[in-house]
């Protein structure tokens, strides 16, 4: 099935997004497994639709009773929606678009930052983007956005809206969550309940090295999905000792995904797109157009968010002043376990990882002190 909005463009853009189905049926649409990813060809973000001024759906898959009238395409079996839900419909949509355009507008308020707009969504519980864009403003954002992945040679990525199916609940763990995440790749890896953080320094040593990899062997064997944030340093070695073991791995960055930072770990990420998971929260627009030194403000984020995707982070080797400090604390936060290697505690040049021990983390002598400190539901 294809969806092709109005209006035209110099180039086609291709985009994974969940159909566009009435918001309060999205979680027990996703439940029932009916309802396939749609590789849908957008052109443009239409403002015109012809069910009413409450009703943001296209005529030909809108009109109140129509959507329960309508063949809504299940392959060969071709049955209609109303097979499975012959209730009444809600008349409020999600567009994947709709709302990648209003997330990209909102960044683009000079105030605008992951708390503030968490706290936006704070007051307004249940709302969503668009809810707070005018619609111009989030088509035009759609466009400019779209057209920065296009430039990279992006064709095909999807976006998660907190509101609709697949939206990772765990997110909301976060003190600041976040409302809209980018990512390319094999999204259905965020299920993995068996998913665990390995973060660190980007100024890895010889030692450290040798102890990442040998960590992620372990994890591999154990059949967990593996997640880091391609930094340079722990990050790079996690995702490309994971591969080497045949894991699996996601990767969360900090920058948009039309950008690579550091540029030599541009085709690791190219090849954790293709064959696994890239997840980004950054704004595209924002990040392109501010000053580049305030760009570095988005990596702490995304360890926020790294932390909440997961079950727990295990610290291989970090300095007192190391971002993965704000993950060890963000996780501690939200109620997730935190393992620090022994050889941290053996460091005489750092203070850090005795504090995190009061506070709750676990020192890891060996790997079994890992799997045997997280909850049996989840091993």
Request: hydrophobic share 40%; proline share 6%; with cysteine.
């Amino acid at each position: 099935m294809k969806v092709r909005a109005a209006g035209q463009l110099p180039w086609e853009q291709r985009f994974y997004a969940r159909a566009r189905m009435p918001r309060s049926y999205l979680s027990t649409w996703e439940m029932a497994q009916r309802w396939p990813v749609l590789q849908a060809r957008v052109v443009s973000l239409s403002s015109r639709y012809d069910c009413g001024p409450t009703c943001r759906m296209p005529a030909q898959t809108c009109g109140n009773e129509r959507w329960q009238n309508t063949d809504m395409g299940f392959g060969e079996t071709n049955l209609a929606y109303r097979d499975y839900f012959p209730v009444p419909i809600a008349r409020h949509p999600i567009s994947p678009l709709e709302e990648l355009g209003a997330y990209e507008a909102l960044w683009k308020l000079p105030d605008a930052s992951f708390k503030s707009i968490a706290e936006l969504f704070r007051k307004h519980p249940g709302s969503v983007p668009s809810e707070h864009v005018d619609a111009v403003d989030a088509a035009a954002a759609a466009n400019q956005a779209l057209g920065y992945l296009s430039a990279a040679g992006i064709e095909s990525f999807g976006v998660r809206v907190h509101g609709a199916g697949e939206y990772p609940l765990r997110l909301r763990d976060a003190k600041e969550p976040i409302e809209l995440l980018y990512y390319r790749g094999w999204w259905d890896l965020v299920d993995s309940h068996r998913s665990i953080a390995v973060v660190g320094t980007r100024e890895i040593s010889d030692e450290g090295l040798r102890r990442t990899r040998k960590l992620v062997r372990e994890l591999v064997r154990h059949d967990f999905t593996i997640v880091s944030g391609l930094a340079r340093g722990v990050d790079t070695a996690v995702h490309e000792a994971t591969i080497e073991a045949g894991g699996r791995t996601i990767a969360v960055v900090g920058t948009p995904l039309n950008t690579c930072y550091p540029k030599e770990n541009r085709d690791l990420q190219e090849r954790i797109a293709r064959d696994f998971l890239v997840i980004s929260q950054i704004p595209i627009i924002r990040y392109a157009q501010q000053d580049y030194r305030l760009n570095r403000l988005f990596f702490p984020e995304r360890n926020k968010t790294m932390s909440a995707l997961t079950l727990a982070t295990v610290i291989v080797e970090a300095g007192e002043t190391s971002g993965t400090l704000i993950q060890a604390q963000a996780a501690l936060e939200q109620n997730r376990k935190v393992f620090i290697l022994d050889s941290c505690f053996q460091n005489a040049a750092i203070t850090w990882p005795a504090k995190y021990e009061k506070r709750g983390a676990i020192r890891v002598h060996s790997f079994d002190d890992i799997p045997k400190n997280l909850p049996v539901s989840e091993l």
